[in-house]
């Protein structure tokens, strides 16, 4: 794998490199390099150098390239699923859906090659006017997560590119090969040099350089919030605007007159879509008490049929990596530490052959959780989820907002009452009433709280992209009259 900086793909400047491991098996999947500072700060000169060409190429050319790039992406489409198995570990399913999420993004985005629009205001004088019209910030540095680590590139790339910014990514280090493989696509759709910059290596060590950068005017990133709160900091130093998505913590409100087998559906999906690795995963489960004994049986019984292994052939892959199951059991023994019922899962499969050093952890459902516990506080990012029982509404209400993280929600009620309520009730960026995710491109996908600001998608996402800019024109061709300017002044 190599860079591409300004528009040559190019090892790191000290040749040195990473490893990224397949989370089915544990073993190598391959090296990829880790870029240097000056390996940074020349795509960023370069996307920097190439900006004005871009923007005054017009909308309507610019849409030509993401089509194109569309085009290239569901000729090949296979390849892209197969690399998202390998290096990702998602099912044949998920695969394909993530697959069909990157050529949605790109069809929305380009759709809007019309629809950028300004506004005419009138002036405080019949013959002056305002001009608000949106421009592009530049350069944008785009930081994408591994988790769906095409269509999040997809979903930045897109929107950045149609608005005519120029573009520095940066992806997730346990998932460079399936962005390094988007951005082929995008090069040999004709985004010219320069436009179009990628460069992988940590984000611990070249993040701060990246972000802080004067010549960057905008930073979207999705990711943990620990490190939005980084990047917030950091971009200090050049005011860049940020669009940070960051972490969730999704409550599953299943109240007593819900269609039980609709909100299982959609609860196991939420739960183990990805394994558990989404931002709009269900992590809490709050359950009417006159219901709870038999909601929770269902999703036992559920859990215990979920076939763990083989993306290619399971209900649900692995964890990213090592770490990340490392993580999950510690939050499953505390959660037994604490005394919560464990109902099922609990524990890694015993898989033989080639999956057998792999990250997979089984489908966990802890009852009698506590609302203070780590496990209904703290985002697990794995298939494993705590079950409160509750009788009032509005303490349903209040638990589900108590939470530092405030992205996605979910519902499952026939009264209408309870719906309208939790419009305004349920204070969540996302709520999923009867129905499961995920988000929609039409959609504005943004959290409230320490989920970070701003957001993507729909017209208001493409928005984030663009910076509105205010021109002043007088058109009556008379002197002008300014009370402190006096006459003589001008004489
Ligand atoms: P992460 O560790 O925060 O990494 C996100 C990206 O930031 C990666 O490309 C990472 O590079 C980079 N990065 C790390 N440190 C940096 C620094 N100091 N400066 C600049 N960039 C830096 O997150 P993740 O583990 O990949 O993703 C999981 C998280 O993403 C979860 O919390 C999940 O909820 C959240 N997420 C949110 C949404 C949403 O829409 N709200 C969607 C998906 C995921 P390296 O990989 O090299 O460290």
Known sequence: MKLLINGEWVNSSNESELEKYNPSMGRLFGKFPAATKEDVKAAIDAADESFEMWYSKGSVERSKVIYKTKELIEKSRSELERLLQEENGKTTIEARQETDGVLDQLQYYAEFARKITGDLVEGDSPSRKIFQHKIPYGVVVALTPWNFPAAMVARKLAPALMAGNSVVLKPSSDTPFTAEWIVKKFAEAGVPKGVLNFVTGKGSEIGDFIVEHKKVGLVTMTGSTSTGQRIMSH????????????????????????????????????????????????????????????FIGMITRSFSKIMVGDPRTSDMGPLINKGALETTEKFVEDAKENGYKLLTGGERPTLSGEFGNGYFYMPTLFAGVDQKS??????????????????????????????????????????????FKSLEGIRFGEVY?????????QGYHTGFRLTGQAGEGSRYGIEEYLKLKNVYVDYSGKDLKIETVREELLE
């Open 433 to 441: 009433v009867n129905m499961p995710g995920p988000e929609s491109s």
């Open 235 to 294: 971009s200090s130093s050049n005011m860049a605007k940020l669009i940070l998505e960051l972490g969730g913590k999704a409550p599953f409100m299943v109240w007593k007159d819900a269609d039980l087998k609709n909100a299982l559906s959609a609860f196991i999906w939420a739960k183990l879509w990805n394994a558990g690795q989404s931002c709009i995963a269900a992590e809490r489960l709050y359950i009417h008490s006159e219901i709870y004994d038999k």
């Open 374 to 419: 780590e496990i209904f506080q703290e985002e697990v990012f794995g298939p494993v989820i705590g079950a409160m029982s509750i009788d009032d509404e509005d303490e349903m209400f209040r638990y589900a907002n108590d939470s530092k993280y405030g992205l996605a929600s979910y519902l499952f009620t026939k009264d209408p009452n309870l719906i």
